[in-house]
C-alpha cells in the first residue's frame, strides 16, 4: 500500500488537487504494478507565512 505525501502552499483549486492526485495514482501504481485503489494520498498545504525561502517568508514574496 503506497502512502504519497505532497506538501503545497495554500492557493490551489480543487480542480487542480483532482488532477494532481489521479495523474499522482495512475504513475505509481503503473510504476509499482499495484491497483489504484492501494495508493492513498495525503495532501498537506500550508500558509504561505509557514515556508520561507533565500531567507524570506513567502507571504513577503508578494
Known amino acids: 500500500m503506497p502512502i504519497i505525501q505532497i506538501?503545497?502552499?495554500e492557493g490551489r483549486t480543487i480542480?487542480?488537487?483532482?488532477?494532481?492526485?489521479?495523474g499522482v495514482t495512475d504513475v505509481i501504481s503503473e510504476t509499482l504494478n499495484c491497483k489504484p485503489e492501494t495508493v492513498h494520498i495525503i495532501?498537506?498545504?500550508m500558509k504561505r507565512?509557514?515556508?520561507?525561502?533565500n531567507g524570506i517568508?513567502?507571504?513577503e514574496m508578494e
Open 7 to 9: 506538501e503545497l502552499l
Open 15 to 22: 480542480e487542480q488537487k483532482r488532477k494532481m492526485i489521479k
Open 43 to 45: 495532501i498537506r498545504e
Open 49 to 53: 507565512e509557514n515556508f520561507a525561502k
Open 57 to 59: 517568508l513567502f507571504s
